[in-house]
């Protein structure tokens, strides 16, 4: 099955107001940018998206940020963008912060069709007993908090249960696509993209480089064609360094 469409702009077409986004990547690194840029141009608003973090100020979901079309928010990471830090404080926005490697493999469990599990992590802080704050009000006190969750004894350790996560979309970008939605993503690329394609009832992947069925090999494919819907080609273009940390020459 030819799962190649010709534009961004087309692959995203169907994503409604009020979607729920899985979207892949880390910093701006392996980011989707095509298909936000698209998203963005589209119109879409009122969305939930699932990723690491929100970008930078005016780049990756950035974009869609500061066009307030995001409503609520999953992550687990949160320092990079002031827009972001001014939407959440000021109650614009709601935001459900989770620990990174819990935020992976919720996406992952998801995917498999698991609906929770049990981990040890964030036992005995208000991840596992609430009160977290998700939405903020104008004046600074907190409208919406995190709710306590269930915790189980295993092998005498306390564990706290996290639900699996699912959305309606997933945005991913790979290194290599073939037409069958074979994915490969190249070095540091292979983040949150492939858990976030597992994670989405549609999943939509921009792909660097275009080939044809037969040319992946088998064993090196990441994220098989099963869990792709839709491929679209974007080039090697639009890639930015989030922060140069190289000296300066002499």
């Not at 929100?54 to 409503?71: E, F, N, S, Y």
């Not at 309606?168 to 074979?182: E, I, K, P, Y």
């Not at 090196?220 to 000296?247: L, N």
Request: charged fraction near 25%.
């Amino acid at each position: 099955m030819d799962k190649v469409v010709r534009t961004a702009a087309e692959a995203v077409a169907d994503i409604p107001s009020g979607a729920s986004l899985a979207v892949g990547g880390f910093g701006i690194n392996g980011i989707p940018h095509s298909l936000i840029e698209a998203i963005h141009n589209q119109g879409a608003t009122d969305l939930e998206v699932v990723s690491n973090n929100l970008g930078i100020d005016g780049w990756g979901l950035g974009v869609l940020l500061d066009a307030k079309r995001i409503a609520r928010t999953t992550n687990s990471y949160v320092g990079e963008n002031k827009e972001f830090e001014r939407q959440y404080l000021s109650g614009e926005l709601i935001l459900e912060l989770v620990p990174q490697g819990t935020l992976a493999e919720r996406l992952r469990a998801g995917g498999c069709g698991i609906a929770a599990f049990y981990t040890p992590t964030g036992v005995g802080t208000q991840v596992a007993e609430g009160g977290l704050p998700w939405r903020y009000r104008p004046d600074g006190s907190i409208a919406l908090a995190s709710p306590k969750k269930e915790t189980r004894v295993f092998n005498g350790r306390p564990h706290v249960l996290e639900e699996g996560i699912t959305c309606d979309f997933a945005l991913v970008r790979a290194s290599v696509g073939d037409r069958q939605g074979n994915l490969i993503f190249h070095k540091s690329t292979r983040n949150f993209n492939p858990l976030c394609a597992m994670a989405g009832k549609i999943t939509i992947a921009e792909v660097e480089e275009l080939v044809e069925p037969g040319q992946i090999d088998p064993e090196q494919v990441h994220t098989p064609g099963i869990f792709v819907h839709r491929v679209v080609v974007v080039g090697k273009s639009d890639k930015r360094i989030e922060r140069i940390t190289t000296r300066k020459r002499k």
